[in-house]
């Protein structure tokens, strides 16, 4: 019919003016996550070595939750929001990585448009959420060290909980706002994403239709997310110049070896993000950009874990108490066993 026609026409002028590949304007019902390499023999490699980042992710930022949760001297603001963050850690990485290995596992790189859509969401809760809280954690440091006879009435419990569940709040409206964005959007045939995950940016740029009102939401969300980066900056300008008063070498050491842990993660978390923005503009590669992300989306989160251990008193000393108490009441058990 004449109707059906001009349908037709519209849907490929759409398709034309988007600059994508097959023009058809269709209802999508999967994409394809193309991941970081076709050749079948690397296949089994990036398996075993994102299983094993996965899995060191996973119990490593669960071994610290289980320490602040079990140890009462680390019932502090401090590691309050190191295991909250540590919790966000699991959740991102566990948001891309099972679902890529499972992928190489059966031979598929489809994914479902509710999959990806759901991804997308949890993916930008998690990633938004690790810089809200690093923010919140700089505040922390900023009140210790700025103001340490006042710090147990600042950061009372009521303090921390607030900031840590307006943390969620936010960022729970703002990953929704961008899902939700998604839902009218239409897309061509060329469903090819070149990551190992949904990316918002890699969605938008397949759709046929209207991006106009994404981008200018996507650039708006990028923009606010310079306010958490003021606020750590602004918390250690104000820190240097603390530690630049105090007199002794030692004070000095003492008041800022509490803010190495978290400078590395913020150094670490910040500079791999810019990584993945300069290498998505620099070149025309996308596989470089997948690649870049494996910094932020993967190695950060492992290495939260060991830069908070491997330089912190506390959680050393939580660490050998756990195993001693653990080492004890597996000799209970056994000498129960023997002497019913």
Not at 75 to 102: A, E, R
Not at 105 to 119: A, M, N
Not at 317 to 340: G, T
Request: glycine share 4%; with cysteine.
């Amino acid at each position: 019919s004449e109707f059906s026609t001009v349908f037709v026409i519209h849907s490929q002028r759409l398709c034309h003016f988007s600059h994508m590949g097959p023009r058809n304007d269709t209802q999508i019902s999967e994409f394809l996550l193309l991941g970081f390499s076709e050749e079948p023999e690397l296949q089994p490699l990036i398996f075993g070595l994102f299983l094993s980042m996965y899995l060191i992710t996973v119990f490593g930022n669960l071994l610290i939750i289980l320490l602040v949760s079990s140890d009462s001297h680390l019932h502090t603001p401090m590691y309050f929001f190191l295991s909250n963050l540590s919790f966000v850690d699991i959740c991102f990485t566990s948001t891309t990585i099972p679902k890529m290995l499972w992928n190489i596992k059966t031979q598929s790189k489809v994914i479902t448009y509710e999959g990806c859509i759901t991804q997308i969401y949890f993916f930008i809760l998690s990633a938004v959420l690790d810089i809200f809280l690093l923010t919140v954690m700089a505040y922390d440091r900023f009140v210790a060290i700025c103001h340490p006879l006042y710090y147990t009435v600042i950061m009372n419990p009521r303090l921390c909980v607030l900031l840590v569940l307006v943390s969620w709040i936010v960022c729970i409206l703002n990953s929704l706002l961008q899902s939700l964005m998604l839902l009218p959007l239409s897309f061509c045939t060329d469903v090819k994403i070149p990551h190992f995950f949904c990316d918002l940016s890699q969605m938008i740029q397949l759709a046929c239709s209207d991006t106009f009102l994404n981008n200018m939401v996507m650039y708006f969300a990028m923009l606010l997310g310079g306010g958490p980066l003021a606020g750590i900056l602004y918390s250690y300008s104000k820190i240097v110049f603390s530690i630049h008063r105090i007199s002794s070498p030692q004070g000095k050491y003492k008041a800022f070896s509490t803010c190495v842990s978290h400078l590395s993660v913020v150094f670490l978390y910040y500079c791999s993000s810019l990584g993945v923005y300069l290498s998505s503009t620099g070149t025309h590669s996308s596989y470089s950009s997948a690649t870049a992300s494996v910094m932020y989306t993967v190695v950060t989160p492992m290495l939260n874990p060991f830069i908070y251990s491997l330089r912190n008193k506390d959680i050393k000393s939580a660490l050998k108490r756990f195993f001693q108490m653990a080492v004890i009441k597996r000799k209970i058990v056994l000498d129960l066993k023997k002497h019913p």
